[in-house]
T-cell receptor
Framework: GEDVEQSLFLSVREGDSSVINCTYT??????LYWYKQEPGAGLQLLTY???NMDMKQDQRLTVLLNKKDKHLSLRIADTQTGDSAIYFC???????????WGAGTKLIIKP | DAMVIQNPRYQVTQFGKPVTLSCSQT?????MYWYQQKSSQAPKLLFH???????NEADTPDNFQSRRPNTSFCFLDIRSPGLGDAAMYLC???????????FGPGTRLLVL
């Protein structure tokens, strides 16, 4: 079946880079997403990547996709306290509207 | 700014007392979704509308119903809330065809 896996926690020092990893099982995934959720808030779309791309960069965010290994990562450069949140990886296919979600990675920033 | 709006942000109801949560969008998207999210778990899709076509997830309890009177508005009705229905309820929209979903801020439901 379809599955998306993430580590539950990541702790980094302020100013360092954060790398949040995600693996998925469905090779027919078309879109892969990163959403950010701050405490008590809704889900904010951070970035997404099409399955025919290897990399996407948007300011401090870099997404890398390794289709062979079914591995997606989100790198946040110069991590700030405002980056503290839960980051959800999700995938979808052309054939349906459902997003398959990872459990979320809680990013903890140490001063 | 085009956006997804949810009202109220916090809702308190009594066990068994019907409650309605509201979502509106200015994005003019064809598809609207309702999710339930508990304790920072991943969101769980309850149902979605593609225009007026309603699509229920197989494991969504009958206690949860939805209405979409027009493109802009979608409602989640919980007919007889139980303690286990306390959660964050998220509304999302997307254009026709699967793709990026845009979320509202959520309504946190508390059942007493």
């Amino acid at each position: 079946g379809e599955d998306v896996e993430q580590s539950l926690f990541l702790s980094v020092r302020e100013g360092d880079s954060s790398v949040i990893n995600c693996t998925y099982t469905d090779s027919s995934s078309t879109y892969l997403y990163w959403y950010k959720q701050e405490p008590g808030a809704g889900l904010q779309l951070l970035t997404y990547i099409f399955s025919n791309m290897d990399m996407k960069q948007d300011q401090r965010l870099t997404v890398l996709l390794n289709k062979k290994d079914k591995h997606l990562s989100l790198r946040i450069a110069d991590t700030q306290t405002g980056d503290s949140a839960i980051y959800f990886c999700a995938e979808s296919k052309d054939s349906n509207y459902q997003l398959i979600w990872g459990a979320g990675t809680k990013l903890i920033i140490k001063p | 700014d085009a956006m997804v709006i949810q009202n109220p942000r916090y809702q308190v109801t009594q066990f068994g007392k019907p409650v309605t949560l509201s979502c509106s969008q200015t994005l003019n998207h064809n598809v609207m979704y309702w999710y339930q999210q508990k304790s920072s778990q991943a969101p769980k899709l309850l149902f979605h509308y593609y225009d007026k076509d309603f699509n229920n997830e197989a494991d969504t309890p009958d206690n949860f119903q939805s209405r979409r009177p027009n493109t802009s508005f979608c409602f989640l009705d919980i007919r007889s809330p139980g303690l286990g229905d306390a959660a964050m309820y998220l509304c999302a929209t997307s254009r026709a065809g699967p793709g990026t979903q845009y979320f509202g801020p959520g309504t946190r439901l508390l059942v007493l």
